[in-house]
């Protein structure tokens, strides 16, 4: 029978880590991907420099009745009739670089950077609400079973039921009017962290349903046996041997989780649920730039070309990290597409 | 020869046919559908309730007062004309008394006959629906009386149902009373029509077109009402029928997505302004041909509520005019709006330009820092349709250029008015507005927007919520003088004084614009300066 491709061309040693790393780095594909993702994030963080240094403006100023020198010439920021200046490039020392936002006359390339600080930054911190609450409920559903296993199953269910889409528009619509109160926990109307916790908690069941299903299978194995025959209690169990062996799952559902995360907020603050103005996120950015798709199409092609090269690397990128991280994921794919056979496993 | 001429005689009969074919009226046509469309749904399709421009247009032509105002355009559209009553009223006792007579036989859509004592139920349902307009109607005696609760009815309307009299009493004249009985608040409606707002089951019509269907947020329709061509239309020969059947109206929020719909013609008219991202397109492409500016006799502003800190501080309500650029503004609003720091509007009588406050950040920012509120956490409302949301964002960054840390609200524009309408909205400190003209006379922009006896708990049009006994007193002695060369100078001096105490930071005027599809008569249609596109005017070639 034909053997699992890659299996042989794998070198010994290393670990396991080392040799998913390797496995990683000979995937050019997924460590191109990895490179533009940090590119983006390297360009974010470099916002306040390129604001003060090159801009000189912030990301929410305005210059509506401002001229700015292009070429010797003074030019309107925004013109009398309301229309903002054009990308500019280098002609005006790197100053509206990518052009005015329209009649506020903010600088584009500004706030695009601003905004992908905002976007990266909500898309992470709710994927690490998301693993946070779905490590922690797939290890108690999986782990303990029976009515523990029921009722976290059944509100994941109860979460999964609805589109992720709509239900965050609910929550982000509702929160965006009063803010959240809940017991000492207050948080304002305008504040990021609605957007944030709101798509932290709709992905929560994507996550939580497949790690519970890996503690299912880890939790027969050997080595929980011998811990629980050792006298290891719920809490080291769980976090003494199945964390560690869930691992590779959390990294590359955590990876992939930040893309999906990117595309919610983004769809959340462009219906005005997610990101609130002034403050700019990619989202928010396409949602003011359609206002403007016909005299300045680029104000909206532009976030959107960043949201889609972010969610690409990073989709690409997590492909990449779980063909290296579980090699198995990738022999079960390509036996279940007829190309080998899978060599039965020992008994 | 003979080839020739009769050549030449075809060709002329020719060019006969298709001039007679290209002029207007010869290729309109009676009937059809009407498809408008507004980017937000009026606050409320109820005639005692509505109050602002989307749905005084939409009821213009369905609730007849018993005056209305005549179907036309500027100066002439703001004349008052008899509308259910016979004639314009007769006025005696010092000013204090208006009596009018309903027309005889007049029917709502529903066959129902219109009663004089329709007239005095219309005007108790604005004080028991606690009305934005039931103020101007506060002076007729016994109306306060009921608005405190402590009367069932209003004593000073006495009507009679047979001879159709209805006669008003005054507490003490009031020199706009007349152009107030033509506003659609009190536009009779059925006895027993509900105390409760009737959008989503609108009552019964007096006009040409009756509201048959309402889908509140969304749509709403009118088909003819059967009762104009069978009996109200000969009662009332000077009002106009309307050319269409049917009309279908229906809330595009995006304001791009309208223009598409009327330049391919899937809607006839848009009731907003073309937006800003447009306009040059526009009117390179369709100006006098689908598309026209109009003036609009109307004042935009930022309002400060100066009962709550910081803008208690008349210092830094006068920071706050000084940083606020009205040239600005008319870029924001694409050179749609003409700059101005008054109350009142040029073409509204009274009218005397003067600038207090011309730009000047650094004195804003010493009137602060004299100031010195210790309140510096501000919210700021604005609503989010396009340009109004850019001024709003323009308004929040003057604000914290001023030292103030600021949060900016912006709502959707079906309920904006409601939300900061209501006094008990929690962080009402500042935020933008605009107001028109509902009627050529000055006091409409003083008495509805500034006078003490005007704020309301809900429905509430003085969102500075400012309060001066001397100032409130000039507005009702004026309020109760006809109109002359004295009186507007005098309120050319309260708009100098009011601003001296600076409630708002007025910005400008607006132009508004009429768009209309090709399948249009556009040379037929009329922009009333208070109710906008007339519908009745819509024809279609």
Same mark, same amino acid.
């Given at each position: 029978?034909?053997?699992?491709?890659?299996?042989?061309?794998?070198?010994?040693?290393?670990?396991?880590?080392?040799?998913?790393?390797?496995?990683?780095?000979?995937?050019?594909?997924?460590?191109?991907?990895?490179?533009?993702?940090?590119?983006?994030?390297?360009?974010?963080?470099?916002?306040?420099?390129?604001?003060?240094?090159?801009?000189?403006?912030?990301?929410?100023?305005?210059?509506?009745?401002?001229?700015?020198?292009?070429?010797?010439?003074?030019?309107?920021?925004?013109?009398?009739?309301?229309?903002?200046?054009?990308?500019?490039?280098?002609?005006?020392?790197?100053?509206?670089?990518?052009?005015?936002?329209?009649?506020?006359?903010?600088?584009?390339?500004?706030?695009?950077?601003?905004?992908?600080?905002?976007?990266?930054?909500?898309?992470?911190?709710?994927?690490?609400?998301?693993?946070?609450?779905?490590?922690?409920?797939?290890?108690?559903?999986?782990?303990?079973?029976?009515?523990?296993?029921?009722?976290?199953?059944?509100?994941?269910?109860?979460?999964?039921?609805?589109?992720?889409?709509?239900?965050?528009?609910?929550?982000?619509?509702?929160?965006?009017?009063?803010?959240?109160?809940?017991?000492?926990?207050?948080?304002?109307?305008?504040?990021?962290?609605?957007?944030?916790?709101?798509?932290?908690?709709?992905?929560?069941?994507?996550?939580?349903?497949?790690?519970?299903?890996?503690?299912?299978?880890?939790?027969?194995?050997?080595?929980?046996?011998?811990?629980?025959?050792?006298?290891?209690?719920?809490?080291?169990?769980?976090?003494?041997?199945?964390?560690?062996?869930?691992?590779?799952?959390?990294?590359?559902?955590?990876?992939?989780?930040?893309?999906?995360?990117?595309?919610?907020?983004?769809?959340?603050?462009?219906?005005?649920?997610?990101?609130?103005?002034?403050?700019?996120?990619?989202?928010?950015?396409?949602?003011?730039?359609?206002?403007?798709?016909?005299?300045?199409?680029?104000?909206?092609?532009?976030?959107?070309?960043?949201?889609?090269?972010?969610?690409?690397?990073?989709?690409?990128?997590?492909?990449?990290?779980?063909?290296?991280?579980?090699?198995?994921?990738?022999?079960?794919?390509?036996?279940?597409?007829?190309?080998?056979?899978?060599?039965?496993?020992?008994? | 020869?003979?080839?020739?001429?009769?050549?030449?005689?075809?060709?002329?009969?020719?060019?006969?046919?298709?001039?007679?074919?290209?002029?207007?009226?010869?290729?309109?046509?009676?009937?059809?559908?009407?498809?408008?469309?507004?980017?937000?749904?009026?606050?409320?399709?109820?005639?005692?309730?509505?109050?602002?421009?989307?749905?005084?247009?939409?009821?213009?032509?369905?609730?007849?007062? !018993?005056?209305?105002?005549?179907? *036309?355009?500027?100066?002439?559209?703001? #004349?008052?004309?008899?509308?259910?009553?016979?004639?314009?009223?007769?006025?005696?006792? %010092?000013?204090?008394?208006?009596?009018?007579?309903?027309?005889?036989?007049?029917?709502?859509?529903?066959?129902?006959?219109?009663?004089?004592?329709?007239?005095?139920?219309?005007?108790?349902?604005?004080?028991?629906?606690?009305?934005?307009?039931?103020?101007?109607?506060?002076?007729?005696?016994?109306?306060?009386?009921?608005?405190?609760?402590?009367?069932?009815?209003?004593?000073?309307?006495?009507?009679?149902?047979?001879?159709?009299?209805?006669?008003?009493?005054?507490?003490?004249?009031?020199?706009?009373?007349?152009?107030?009985?033509?506003?659609?608040?009190?536009?009779?409606?059925?006895?027993?029509?509900?105390?409760?707002?009737?959008?989503?089951?609108?009552?019964?019509?007096?006009?040409?077109?009756?509201?048959?269907?309402?889908?509140?947020?969304?749509?709403?329709?009118? #088909?003819?009402?059967?009762?104009?061509?069978?009996?109200? *239309?000969?009662?009332?020969?000077?009002?106009?029928?309307?050319?269409?059947?049917?009309?279908?109206?229906?809330?595009?929020?995006?304001?791009?997505?309208?223009?598409?719909?009327?330049?391919?013609?899937?809607?006839?008219?848009?009731?907003?302004?073309?937006?800003?991202?447009?306009?040059?397109?526009?009117?390179?492409?369709?100006?006098?041909?689908?598309?026209?500016?109009?003036?609009?006799?109307?004042?935009?502003?930022?309002?400060?509520?100066?009962?709550?800190?910081?803008?208690?501080?008349?210092?830094?309500?006068?920071?706050?005019?000084?940083?606020?650029?009205?040239?600005?503004?008319?870029?924001?609003?694409?050179?749609?709006?003409?700059?101005?720091?008054?109350?009142?509007?040029?073409?509204?009588?009274?009218?005397?330009?003067?600038?207090?406050?011309?730009?000047?950040?650094?004195?804003?920012?010493?009137?602060?820092?004299?100031?010195?509120?210790?309140?510096?956490?501000?919210?700021?409302?604005?609503?989010?349709?396009?340009?109004?949301?850019?001024?709003?964002?323009?308004?929040?960054?003057?604000?914290?250029?001023?030292?103030?840390?600021?949060?900016?609200? *912006?709502?959707?524009?079906?309920?904006?008015?409601?939300?900061?309408?209501?006094?008990?909205?929690?962080?009402?400190?500042?935020?933008?507005?605009?107001?028109?003209?509902?009627?050529?006379?000055?006091?409409?922009?003083?008495?509805?927007?500034?006078?003490?006896?005007?704020?309301?708990?809900?429905?509430? %049009?003085?969102? *500075?919520?400012?309060?001066?006994?001397?100032?409130?007193?000039?507005?009702?002695? !004026?309020?109760?003088?006809?109109?002359?060369?004295?009186?507007?100078?005098?309120?050319?001096?309260?708009?100098?004084?009011?601003?001296?105490?600076?409630?708002?930071?007025?910005?400008?005027?607006?132009?508004?614009?009429?768009?209309?599809?090709?399948?249009?008569?556009?040379?037929?249609?009329?922009?009333?300066?208070?109710?906008?596109?007339?519908?009745?005017?819509?024809?279609?070639?």
């Amino acid at each position: 029978m034909a053997s699992p491709p890659n299996a042989e061309s794998r070198p010994a040693g290393g670990g396991p880590w080392g040799l998913a790393l390797r496995q990683l780095r000979r995937n050019r594909v997924a460590v191109g991907s990895l490179v533009l993702f940090v590119l983006i994030v390297a360009f974010v963080i470099a916002a306040p420099l390129w604001a003060n240094q090159v801009a000189h403006t912030g990301p929410n100023a305005t210059h509506t009745l401002e001229k700015i020198e292009v070429g010797g010439k003074q030019r309107d920021v925004v013109s009398p009739d309301g229309t903002p200046i054009g990308p500019q490039w280098l002609g005006a020392d790197g100053r509206f670089f990518l052009g005015a936002d329209g009649r506020l006359g903010r600088d584009e390339m500004v706030r695009l950077m601003y905004g992908g600080r905002t976007s990266l930054f909500v898309s992470l911190a709710a994927a690490l609400i998301t693993t946070v609450l779905a490590v922690a409920l797939g290890l108690l559903a999986g782990y303990f079973r029976g009515w523990t296993d029921a009722v976290v199953s059944r509100l994941l269910d109860i979460v999964w039921a609805f589109p992720v889409l709509l239900l965050g528009i609910a929550l982000g619509t509702a929160l965006a009017v009063g803010g959240l109160q809940i017991g000492p926990l207050s948080i304002s109307s305008g504040s990021i962290w609605i957007p944030i916790l709101i798509i932290g908690f709709v992905y929560t069941p994507y996550m939580a349903r497949p790690i519970r299903g890996e503690v299912l299978a880890l939790r027969e194995k050997e080595f929980v046996e011998a811990a629980v025959a050792q006298g290891a209690g719920p809490l080291r169990v769980m976090a003494g041997e199945l964390l560690p062996n869930l691992s590779s799952t959390i990294i590359v559902f955590f990876t992939l989780n930040i893309a999906n995360n990117m595309l919610l907020e983004s769809a959340l603050s462009f219906l005005g649920a997610g990101v609130q103005p002034p403050n700019s996120s990619w989202g928010t950015m396409i949602s003011s730039g359609i206002e403007l798709i016909y005299s300045d199409p680029l104000l909206t092609i532009i976030p959107g070309t960043m949201i889609l090269l972010t969610v690409l690397s990073l989709n690409v990128f997590g492909d990449g990290l779980r063909d290296a991280l579980d090699p198995k994921s990738r022999v079960r794919l390509e036996a279940h597409a007829g190309r080998f056979e899978p060599e039965e496993e020992p008994a | 020869m003979k080839k020739l001429g009769a050549l030449l005689a075809v060709v002329a009969l020719a060019m006969i046919a298709l001039g007679l074919s290209s002029c207007g009226s010869s290729s309109d046509k009676e009937g059809g559908t009407l498809s408008v469309s507004f980017s937000s749904y009026p606050e409320t399709l109820d005639p005692q309730l509505c109050y602002t421009v989307e749905g005084w247009s939409a009821l213009y032509n369905t609730y007849i007062p !018993l005056l209305t105002y005549d179907h *036309a355009e500027g100066e002439a559209g703001s #004349e008052v004309v008899p509308g259910l009553a016979e004639d314009l009223p007769e006025i005696s006792d %010092g000013g204090k008394t208006y009596a009018l007579t309903l027309r005889q036989g007049l029917k709502y859509s529903d066959g129902t006959p219109v009663k004089a004592s329709d007239f005095k139920a219309a005007v108790e349902r604005t004080f028991k629906l606690n009305s934005g307009g039931s103020f101007f109607y506060s002076s007729i005696v016994g109306a306060e009386e009921l608005a405190a609760g402590k009367a069932k009815q209003i004593s000073g309307i006495e009507t009679d149902d047979a001879s159709g009299a209805i006669t008003i009493h005054l507490t003490q004249p009031r020199g706009t009373f007349t152009d107030e009985l033509g506003l659609p608040f009190v536009a009779p409606v059925p006895a027993g029509t509900p105390d409760q707002d009737q959008s989503a089951n609108p009552p019964p019509a007096t006009g040409p077109y009756a509201i048959t269907e309402s889908d509140p947020g969304q749509s709403w329709s009118y #088909e003819r009402n059967p009762q104009w061509e069978k009996n109200n *239309a000969k009662l009332m020969p000077d009002l106009p029928g309307g050319h269409v059947d049917r009309i279908d109206a229906t809330v595009t929020h995006n304001q791009a997505t309208q223009v598409n719909d009327v330049e391919q013609g899937k809607t006839n008219w848009m009731f907003d302004p073309v937006p800003p991202d447009r306009v040059g397109s526009v009117r390179q492409r369709y100006e006098g041909t689908q598309y026209r500016e109009v003036p609009s006799i109307s004042v935009y502003f930022f309002w400060m509520n100066t009962t709550q800190p910081p803008f208690d501080d008349l210092k830094v309500r006068q920071a706050v005019n000084y940083a606020v650029d009205p040239a600005a503004l008319e870029r924001i609003y694409a050179g749609q709006m003409k700059a101005s720091q008054q109350i009142l509007p040029p073409g509204m009588p009274g009218y005397e330009k003067f600038e207090l406050y011309p730009h000047d950040m650094a004195k804003a920012k010493k009137l602060i820092a004299e100031a010195d509120p210790s309140d510096r956490n501000v919210t700021a409302w604005t609503d989010s349709l396009s340009p109004n949301d850019e001024a709003g964002a323009y308004y929040q960054n003057v604000l914290e250029e001023l030292g103030f840390s600021v949060k900016l609200k *912006a709502l959707g524009a079906d309920n904006y008015f409601t939300v900061i309408g209501n006094t008990s909205t929690p962080d009402l400190d500042t935020g933008w507005a605009n107001w028109g003209q509902d009627y050529p006379h000055p006091n409409d922009f003083f008495e509805p927007l500034l006078a003490g006896s005007s704020i309301a708990p809900t429905n509430n %049009g003085n969102f *500075a919520q400012i309060d001066i006994p001397s100032l409130n007193k000039k507005i009702e002695e !004026l309020g109760r003088e006809q109109l002359g060369p004295q009186q507007e100078a005098e309120y050319a001096a309260l708009d100098r004084e009011y601003m001296e105490r600076a409630p708002w930071a007025p910005f400008g005027n607006r132009t508004l614009s009429v768009f209309v599809s090709s399948d249009i008569d556009f040379d037929k249609v009329i922009w009333n300066p208070t109710f906008s596109g007339d519908l009745t005017s819509f024809q279609l070639k």
